[in-house]
């Protein structure tokens, strides 16, 4: 204690803090501060994904009742959207252009073969769409709450996964109206569905980082898909096109048979159409599908949980 001789003011000096000269990293350590938004390790983060599983269940039924919400039709709209673009397309490439030609099994076949192509890839390319704008298009939310970002486009694309089951019903409708017996390899359809979930989930990841810094990526995306279904054999037996109308090698029909798209359509095909075989897919197509589901899966998890902390940030 000391005191002042002008105004006889009486000074007390504060005892030293046992705080002192620690650093700001010492002084979190020793209370236990973390840093707010910080990125978690990756097992902790698997283990925040799976304790809000309901939350990532409820945001995915509430965006699918509220997607057609406006419409007279409601989710009617959720199975007349795909069954109107395969009706364009039967008429464009059936009809005009002759894609009916070498279908497994003939032309009768060419109903199922398409309409089975349209429904599977237009779960990739919804999946793909909306992980495009999971962050940017809910960036109130992400500011708002503290969750794990990745509930997002996992979110997104269960959505996509439930909008196909209502698909589904229409699809099995087709194949009965048009000849084809149920039978055991239907059974076949809930594996490939599963993997093409997992691919389809990690894809929209991917693009969920990539749309979050640039929300041109979502204008970009359309033509991206468009050029991938054409390359995919949705509308045309691919293989067929391309080793007798363009007489390209076998191997670069296995090749473009191998893209995703292609492996998860023939497979459903397969597993749907009598007399689609084998012979009619890529090489090796199980291994294909279970690969590219854990490529993608794998990596698209790890690239978007290595910028947790940066979604929603400006």
Do not use: C
Not at 13 to 28: I, R, V
Not at 74 to 82: M, S
Not at 119 to 137: D, E, K, M, N, P
Not at 249 to 278: E, H, K, Q, S
Request: aromatic residues 14%.
């Amino acid at each position: 204690m000391s005191e002042s001789a002008h105004d006889r003011a009486v000074v007390v000096n504060a005892p030293p803090s046992p705080d002192d000269g620690l650093t700001s990293a010492q002084l979190a350590a020793k209370y236990g501060l973390t840093v707010s938004g910080a990125r978690p390790s990756l097992p902790a983060y698997v283990r925040q994904l799976w304790a809000r599983r309901h939350f990532i269940a409820a945001f995915s039924r509430a965006k699918l009742q509220a997607q057609y919400s406006q419409a007279k039709l409601g989710q009617l709209w959720q199975v007349a959207t795909p069954l109107l673009n395969a009706l364009v397309y039967f008429f464009i490439f059936g009809v005009l252009l002759g894609a009916k030609e070498g279908v497994p099994g003939g032309e009768q076949n060419y109903i199922p073969f398409l309409v089975t192509g349209v429904f599977v890839f237009t779960f990739t390319q919804q999946s793909v769409l909306s992980g495009v704008r999971a962050i940017s298009g809910n960036v109130g939310l992400v500011r708002a709450l503290h969750f794990p970002r990745a509930s997002l486009p996992i979110s997104f694309a269960l959505q996509q996964l439930q909008q196909l089951m209502y698909s589904m019903i229409v699809l099995l409708v087709v194949l009965l109206a048009f000849g084809q017996v149920p039978a055991w390899s239907w059974l076949l359809v809930l594996p490939i569905l599963v993997l093409q979930f997992v691919f389809n989930t990690g894809v929209a990841m991917i693009m969920a980082r990539f749309g979050s810094h640039t929300p041109d990526l979502a204008q970009l995306m359309p033509f991206v898909l468009r050029t991938w279904m054409y390359a995919s054999g949705v509308m045309f037996p691919l293989q067929h096109m391309m080793t007798e109308r363009a007489s390209l090698p076998g191997w670069a029909a296995d090749l473009a048979a191998a893209n995703p798209a292609a492996v998860f359509m023939d497979l459903m095909r397969f597993a749907l159409i009598d007399d689609y075989t084998y012979a009619n897919l890529a090489p090796f197509p199980w291994l294909l599908a279970l690969g590219w589901a854990l490529f993608a899966g794998v990596l698209g998890f790890v690239y978007f949980w290595k910028a947790e902390e940066r979604y929603g940030r400006g």
